[in-house]
């Protein structure tokens, strides 16, 4: 063989070697909330980081909790933290605590259609909404007309989260149709002139958003950047990202860091979601 040309093989090798040793891929499951920010991170890090795939899918809270439970993701999306019996599955599992990081910030907002006139509610008229004390909207200021309930599968963390923060932990409605992810639920509150639903701020487009007062006759508030981050909007929380500390290393490590970052931060404004505080980084 022609040294120059063995010597090229070799070059070629090596460099094949370096390459595959700096690639990597990794999987990111869970809340259908985070699933559009989570989609978009992984695009511009890919962007980034030519040598690494990342491959995001929804599901649900629930069902990303499970997976990282049996081993079948590297990063678990939640849009509510992980229950005290969840983790204590994984310690006896993995014989330590799965690491939990906040993404960013979201303000749980309650959606209507856009030509419905009632304009806020309380957390004691949301219970009676989605519970079917309450069946027509002339019941809290708007139309005579009756109430059409859109809510999220059991799988959700934002079932899970407006259940326990709003519902006082009380089933929902029969009545309700479950939808599988919160843009679904958005399409069917944009269709139905008298539909009510839940969702991540970054999905509101196509409806209106109710301001939300904690009790009867409270200050009604918004949901914006300001009034999320204060904690003046009375639904507001963290979006989580849970990995086994055996896998928070090398590329998952990079990526959740960099999710965190500046760079990463520009995007959760981008999607519609508002980015954790500077000192939280």
Request: aromatic share 10%; glycine share 12%.
């Amino acid at each position: 063989m022609n040294t120059r040309f063995a010597k090229t093989l070799a070059i070629a090798a090596t460099l094949a070697i370096a390459a595959s040793a700096f690639a990597a891929s990794i999987t990111v499951k869970g809340s259908d909330t985070l699933v559009i920010l989570g989609q978009k991170w992984a695009e511009v890090y890919m962007k980034g980081h030519p040598g690494t795939t990342v491959q995001v899918t929804g599901g649900g809270s629930g069902t990303g909790i499970a997976a990282l439970l049996n081993g079948g993701t590297d990063i678990c999306n939640a849009s509510r933290s992980m229950k005290t019996k969840e983790v204590a599955e994984f310690i006896q599992k993995f014989k330590v605590r799965p690491h939990e990081y906040k993404m960013c910030v979201d303000g749980l907002s309650v959606y209507v259609n856009k030509d419905n006139p009632v304009a806020q509610v309380s957390f004691k008229q949301l219970e009676g909404i989605f519970t079917g004390k309450i069946t027509n909207w002339k019941q809290v200021g708007g139309n005579d007309a009756p109430i059409s309930l859109y809510g999220r599968e059991n799988s959700s963390g934002t079932y899970e989260f407006f259940k326990e923060h709003v519902m006082n932990k009380k089933d929902f409605a029969a009545a309700t149709k479950t939808m599988p992810g919160t843009a679904a639920l958005i399409q069917g509150v944009a269709k139905d002139p008298n539909g009510i639903g839940y969702g991540g701020i970054a999905y509101g487009e196509g409806v209106k958003t109710v301001k939300v007062s904690k009790t009867d006759g409270g200050d009604a508030i918004a949901p914006s950047e300001d009034t999320v981050l204060s904690g003046k909007y009375p639904i507001s929380r963290y979006l989580f990202n849970y990995v086994d500390p055996k896998k928070d290393n090398g590329a998952v490590a990079d990526y959740i860091n960099w999710c965190i970052s500046d760079e990463g931060q520009a995007v959760v404004k981008d999607i519609g979601f508002f980015p954790l505080p500077k000192n939280m980084r």
